[in-house]
């Protein structure tokens, strides 16, 4: 989900312990359902009701799997939409398992789990492979679009810091220091945009060092998505209210053209914003709690820069992934 940071201070209602994290504890009970829209029109195509427990999604080949604070994983088949398995991963933990990515180049899903343990399991059989520590508490987990980089990158909140990790061994490669503790990141390229609770930044990843540097100029990043086959993100930005736009450079040009760093401002209405885009580029969409127990998910076209879609949900957003087929996985909790 490049996987966003979530700041959930809004879904008072579901939690346990109050924070304003991804770290939160969560109601052990906790009903979710996953909603299965059209893209890039978001009609609505099925929905699996009743996951108790669930926290995140992650799309495969053929199905997709639902991560729970039990510590379990749930299988479901993308065609009929049927449970196929229940897979344990790892001890119960109400502030656990609201991150999973997935690595190709492994035939590997990564998920944050209890105490925070990164696991790693095989897809799409759920077999067990490795269970590991990088930092205390990992708070997102991004893998570059160029599956030729043996590296995957991990954000630590306690610790402000970035680390590198190697897929084959798991073993930590690098790292470097943040200014302030990430909220979410996205590796486009050589570098990874981060945003923290304090100003956006970089990290350059292409040479012997990680090199952090702070941006000023950016306004502060919510929610950020590499744009696949192009060489642009989506950000969601924190301004007086919350706006998306697409970004085309990390610095401003003193030479003409003065092409601008961003365009395609729009308006996105509420917080906790996920975010995830289309593999053909064409569009990101965003997942987004309103208030009241009600979501709001949008679709932006990443080419003409405006909304096209709009729908709101029942529920607070937990988590939004787009199958390999084209249709949106939406996980949201009542």
């Given at each position: 989900?490049?996987?966003?940071?979530?700041?959930?201070?809004?879904?008072?209602?579901l939690?346990?312990?109050?924070?304003?994290?991804?770290?939160?504890?969560?109601?052990?009970?906790?009903?979710?359902?996953?909603?299965?829209?059209?893209?890039?029109?978001?009609?609505?195509?099925?929905t699996?009701?009743?996951?108790?427990?669930?926290?995140?999604?992650?799309?495969?080949?053929?199905?997709?799997i639902?991560?729970?604070?039990e510590?379990?994983?749930?299988?479901?088949?993308?065609?009929?939409?049927?449970?196929?398995?229940?897979?344990?991963?790892?001890?119960?933990?109400?502030?656990?398992?609201?991150?999973?990515?997935?690595?190709?180049?492994?035939?590997?899903?990564?998920?944050?789990?209890?105490?925070g343990?990164?696991?790693?399991?095989?897809?799409?059989?759920?077999?067990?492979?490795?269970?590991?520590?990088?930092?205390e508490?990992?708070?997102?987990?991004?893998?570059?679009?160029?599956?030729?980089?043996?590296?995957?990158?991990?954000?630590?909140?306690?610790?402000?810091?970035?680390?590198?990790?190697?897929k084959?061994?798991?073993?930590?490669?690098?790292?470097?220091?943040?200014?302030?503790?990430?909220?979410?990141?996205?590796?486009?390229?050589?570098?990874?945009?981060?945003?923290t609770?304090?100003?956006?930044?970089?990290?350059s990843?292409?040479?012997t060092?990680?090199v952090?540097?702070?941006?000023?100029?950016f306004?502060?990043?919510?929610?950020?998505?590499?744009?696949?086959?192009?060489?642009?993100?989506?950000?969601?930005?924190?301004?007086s209210?919350?706006?998306?736009?697409?970004?085309?450079?990390y610095?401003?040009?003193?030479?003409?053209?003065?092409?601008?760093?961003?365009?395609?401002?729009?308006?996105?209405?509420?917080?906790?914003?996920?975010?995830?885009?289309?593999?053909?580029?064409?569009h990101?969409?965003?997942?987004?709690?309103?208030?009241?127990?009600a979501?709001?998910?949008?679709?932006?076209?990443?080419?003409?820069?405006?909304?096209?879609?709009?729908?709101?949900?029942?529920?607070?957003?937990?988590?939004?992934?787009?199958?390999?087929?084209?249709?949106?996985?939406?996980?949201?909790?009542?």
């Open positions: 989900m490049v996987k966003i940071y979530k700041i959930a201070c809004a879904a008072a209602a939690l346990i312990i109050p924070g304003c994290t991804d770290l939160t504890e969560f109601d052990h009970t906790l009903q979710a359902g996953v909603n299965i829209f059209h893209t890039p029109d978001l009609s609505i195509v099925h699996v009701e009743n996951i108790s427990g669930a926290r995140s999604l992650c799309a495969l080949s053929d199905c997709f639902v991560a729970t604070t510590g379990t994983l749930i299988r479901f088949d993308l065609e009929s939409y049927q449970q196929t398995g229940v897979f344990p991963i790892g001890s119960p933990s109400s502030a656990g398992y609201f991150e999973m990515e997935y690595s190709p180049t492994e035939s590997s899903v990564y998920i944050i789990g209890a105490l343990q990164i696991i790693e399991v095989h897809a799409p059989d759920m077999e067990f492979m490795d269970d590991f520590s990088i930092c508490t990992p708070v997102d987990i991004e893998f570059a679009m160029d599956i030729e980089n043996p590296n995957f990158y991990v954000a630590g909140v306690t610790s402000q810091r970035l680390f590198e990790v190697r084959q061994s798991n073993a930590l490669s690098r790292s470097c220091n943040l200014w302030a503790s990430p909220v979410c990141m996205a590796v486009h390229g050589d570098t990874i945009l981060v945003g609770l304090a100003n956006t930044g970089i990290a990843i292409g040479g060092t990680m952090p540097r702070q941006m000023s100029h306004p502060g990043i919510l929610a950020i998505e590499a744009v696949p086959n192009d060489t642009t993100l989506c950000a969601v930005f924190d301004q209210t919350g706006t998306i736009a697409t970004i085309f450079r610095f401003p040009m003193y030479f003409p053209p003065f092409t601008p760093m961003w365009t395609g401002t729009e308006l996105i209405t509420g917080e906790i914003h996920n975010m995830c885009a289309s593999s053909d580029g064409n990101v969409y965003v997942l987004s709690y309103l208030g009241d127990n979501s709001r998910l949008v679709s932006y076209n990443c080419y003409s820069y405006i909304i096209e879609s709009q729908i709101d949900l029942p529920g607070y957003p937990l988590d939004i992934e787009i199958s390999p087929g084209g249709t949106l996985l939406v996980l949201t909790a009542e």
